[in-house]
């Protein structure tokens, strides 16, 4: 069974950074591919970004692109997602998730099938 932590999560003002953490465990990601999206309140749940567990190949949401970074660690089983320039609306709860197979490049929530708890992440003005 695959199990994914979020952490890394907090409150930042407007304009900081922040790097969410995701440990992936239960089995060989090789033929993974992993995510990120984030839910704000009252909205829906949204892709943010994806990459490939064995080839690092990475995508992005048009409003994330040259804000947010995705990589991975394959030795520590970890997927991080670094933000930067954040901004008030960048305020939601945020998510790793995990599809098998990577080449299917899914982009919406209802095509992963594993998810983690998530982490709160709030961007003051």
């Known amino acids: 069974q695959v199990h994914l932590v979020e952490s890394g999560g907090g409150l930042v003002q407007s304009g900081g950074s922040l790097r969410l953490s995701c440990a992936a465990s239960?089995?060989?990601?090789?033929?993974?591919?992993m995510a990120w999206f984030r839910q704000a309140p009252g909205k829906e749940r949204e892709f943010v970004a994806r990459i490939t567990w064995s080839g690092g190949n990475t995508y992005y949401a048009d409003s994330m692109k040259g804000r947010f970074s995705i990589s991975r660690d394959i030795l520590k089983n970890t997927v991080y997602l670094q933000m930067n320039s954040l901004k008030p609306e960048d305020t939601a709860v945020y998510y790793c998730?995990?599809?098998?197979?990577?080449?299917?490049?899914?982009?919406?929530?209802?095509?992963?099938?594993?998810w983690g708890q998530g982490t709160q992440v709030t961007v003051s003005s």
């Open positions: 998730a995990a599809h098998s197979p990577y080449w299917q490049t899914p982009l919406t929530s209802g095509e992963y099938e594993y």
């Open positions: 239960g089995r060989t990601f090789s033929n993974y591919v």
